[in-house]
């Protein structure tokens, strides 16, 4: 998202969208259709009752970041029951806070989620202005925004993707993204009022999702029809434009299924928690050839052994598409029964394996093993 900032900042794009008719009353408009019709989330406060909490806000801004809110009401409310305060998840342990972000995507969210958690414990509470939640580590401009008038009541211009789509439409903005983003905020600047500015907010997130949808937007239900120049021009669902997608690169990578039965006459699983930088960075595996999103797996099994394959998990990141073979291992003798040698590797019982808090391409990859075990 583009900084924030004044309109005049964008004097070209303002000088665009400047005449656009009724733009006074919008707010006015879509606030009265907020009390009324505002979704009821787990994260938010009804309109008219006190602000939610700073952290609550802040955490499901971070887990929608991409995410759909179906996808992130189980997640969140699974955070914020085993650590309900910012200082909970502070003290957290990270692999813990890992495996409980597995299945949610984005992996990096939950990384910079920890380091965030943990300078705000240090600074006591969360900073209430834009800039001071700007400053704080993995914490963008869009979320600054969102919590500083969400959370704070602070008048800030808060543009997420919903938000991009109900002003190109409204404010006729026809530049294709991401080019034109500039324009967008500033157009949001323009009807982003100083009173209620965090309802406003929350009031655009929901016309995007429900009536200004991306395909058959319910144009008859919006409480912004009379001022929208994009539905009088009959074109709502033309905009926003979007740049041509670019084929995404399609990479082959093997996975390992390594077991085991201990002492005690269980099987187990090796998993590994991979490096805390870099792609799933810090979470917990299968072992793999060192696929990457710029380059294919090198094929080779981590150990000697005899080695099958299982089938194949397709998955798709989002800037490359994956096929990821799974290898079933057996035959290990007791010299070259692997674990120790291996960096991050531990046992995982297999009957937990839904516990180990794999990451989804990796947990599909153990579901298809578990169902060849069981079918075998």
Partial sequence: ??????????????????????????????????????????????????????YRVWLSEVMLQQTTVAAVGPYFEKFTRTWPTVHDLAAADDAAVMAAWAGLGYYARARNLLACARAVSALGDFPDTEDGLRALPGLGAYTAAAVAAIAFGRHAVVVDANVERVVARLFAIDVPLPAARPAIRAATATITPTARAGDFAQAMMDLGATICTVKAPRCLLCPLRGACRAEAEGRAEALPVKA??????????HAF???????????????????????????????????????????QPPVAGTWRSAGVVRHAFTHFDLDLHL???????????????????????????ENAGLPTVFAKAARLALAGAHEG
């Fill in 1 to 54: 998202m583009q900084a924030s900032g004044h309109p005049d900042d964008f004097p070209a794009q303002r000088d665009e969208t400047a005449s656009v008719p009724a733009s006074h009353g919008v707010a006015a408009a879509l606030l009265a259709w907020y009390d009324a019709h505002a979704r009821v989330l787990p994260w938010r406060s009804r309109p008219g009752t006190p602000a939610p909490d700073p």
């Fill in 244 to 253: 041509p997608k670019k084929a995404k690169p399609q990479r082959q990578g």
């Fill in 327 to 353: 290898l079933v291992g057996a035959g290990f003798s007791p010299a070259n029964i692997p674990g120790a040698h291996i960096p991050g590797a531990q046992w995982w019982p297999r009957s937990d394996m």
């Fill in 257 to 299: 299924w390594i077991e085991r039965v201990d002492a005690d006459g269980q099987a187990q699983v090796l998993v590994v928690t991979r490096p805390g930088k870099g792609m799933l960075g810090g979470m917990r595996a299968l072992p793999d050839d060192g696929w990457s999103a710029r380059a294919d797996g090198h094929g």
